[in-house]
């Protein structure tokens, strides 16, 4: 019983005049085929008529195939008729619908710009490009420092490969006289080892200027 009281829509209003613009044209279409019928037939006597000789018969048939054919062709005119009225009955649907859809945007964009504040968002804008200019400075203060780093770090292992590189000269060289040296024992003098770390020194220092190292 709610069914009966129910207000209709928009929609079910235009699903039941589709339903009736779509039974008057197979309507059409049928009374279409009973005069294609009727036309055939009429055809067939007007020429039975012709050869036993009777014209005014023939006329007779003739005018009545005009006014039949000219049926026939309202026909066509009205299921034309019918075919554009479905047509637009749809495209008004959806400029209906597509109406309906904007104005849902529009008050969905009302109430968006209500809760925004322009000039906060602005000022939102500027405070992150200033921060995104700022990260950029820093990085770029970064990688200097590090470049920089890396650069000297590369100085110092150049200096110290000399300085490994004459360390070992003169390592190979004092390894060379400790082998000649005699062996350390109580019968040696107090003074002997403080006379090697002597010359030790002095064949450091000779090693430095045959390099050029001051």
Do not use: H, W
Not at 58 to 66: F, G, N, T
């Amino acid at each position: 019983m709610a069914s009966l009281f129910k207000k209709k829509t928009v929609d079910d209003i235009i699903k039941e005049q589709t339903k009736e613009l779509r039974g008057t044209q197979r309507q059409i279409t049928r009374d279409r085929a009973a005069l294609e019928k009727q036309e055939k037939q009429m055809e067939m006597e007007i020429k039975k008529m012709a050869k036993s000789g009777n014209r005014e018969a023939c006329k007779i048939l003739a005018k009545q195939l005009v006014q039949l054919r000219k049926q026939k062709n309202r026909t066509y005119a009205v299921s034309s008729k019918v075919t554009s009225m479905s047509t637009q009955t749809k495209v008004m649907n959806s400029q209906m619908k597509m109406a309906g859809a904007m104005s849902a945007t529009a008050k969905t964009m009302q109430a968006v710009n209500k809760k925004m504040d322009p000039q906060k968002t602005l000022q939102t804008m500027q405070d992150f490009q200033k921060e995104n200019m700022k990260m950029g400075m820093t990085e770029d203060m970064i990688n200097d420092t590090l470049d920089e780093i890396f650069d000297e770090s590369g100085d110092e292992e150049e200096s110290q490969d000399i300085v490994n590189q004459v360390l070992d000269e003169i390592g190979i060289e004092i390894s060379g006289k400790m082998v000649r040296a005699p062996a350390a024992g109580n019968n040696l003098p107090s003074a002997s080892p403080k006379r090697k770390t002597q010359i030790s020194d002095d064949e450091i220092e000779r090693q430095l200027r045959a390099l050029g190292v001051d």
